[in-house]
C-alpha cells in the first residue's frame, strides 16, 4: 500500500465514535483511501465496533451495509457486487492459523479486493506486510475509539 495511503489513514486516527452511524461512517470514509489489495486487521473485543466499521466499508464500497454481518460461523463473506469486492473474515472461531490457507486467504489478500479480518490477533503470523492494523475499545458504554495498531503494537508512532 503506498505511504500516502497510510498517511492518510493515519491523519484520521486515533478516533472516537459516538455512535453506530460514526463508526459506520469513519469506515466509509476509509473505503474510499484503500488501494486495491488492501487488508485490514481488526482488533478488539466483543461489541467494539468492528463489524459496524466493516458495514461502512461496505457502504464507501457501494456496497449494502445491511448484507454486512459478521462471519463468525462461515468464517469468510465475499462481497462483489461493488466498485471493488469486499472480502470479509472472522477468525473468532479459528483453532489454527492453517484453517485460513485451506480457505484460500492467500488468494483474497492478494486479489484486487479490500480485505477486512476481525479478530485478526488469532492469524497474526499469515497477514501480509502491507497490513493496516486498528484496533478497537470500548472508551464508554457508547463510545468507541479505534487507533492505529495492533494491541500488542509498541512501535514508536503506535496510539493506544
Known amino acids: 500500500m503506498p505511504e500516502t495511503t497510510r498517511n492518510t489513514i493515519q491523519d484520521l486516527l486515533p478516533r472516537t465514535t459516538d455512535s453506530v452511524e460514526a ?17 485490514l ?29 459478521s462471519p463468525t460461523f462461515t468464517i469468510l463473506a465475499v462481497h462483489d457486487e461493488g466498485e471493488r469486492p469486499l472480502y470479509h473474515f472472522d477468525a473468532y472461531r479459528v483453532q489454527t492459523p492453517d484453517e485460513f490457507v485451506e480457505l484460500g486467504f492467500e488468494e483474497y489478500v492478494h486479489g484486487e479486493g479490500i480485505t477486512c479480518i476481525e479478530w485478526a490477533d488469532r492469524i497474526a503470523d499469515r497477514l501480509p506486510p502491507h497490513t493496516v492494523h486498528l484496533h478497537f475499545h470500548h472508551a464508554t458504554p457508547s463510545e468507541r475509539r479505534i487507533t492505529l495498531g495492533a494491541p500488542d503494537d509498541a512501535s514508536p508512532g503506535a496510539d493506544r
Not at 463508526?23 to 487488508?39: D, F, Q, S
Not at 486487521?41 to 454481518?69: N, Q
Open 23 to 39: 463508526t459506520m461512517a469513519l469506515g466509509a470514509r476509509i473505503a474510499n483511501m484503500l488501494a486495491p489489495g488492501a487488508v
Open 41 to 69: 486487521a481488526l482488533y478488539g473485543d466483543l461489541g467494539s465496533g468492528k463489524t459496524h466499521f466493516v458495514k461502512g466499508i461496505a457502504k464507501g464500497l457501494g456496497l449494502a451495509p445491511a448484507e454486512v454481518r
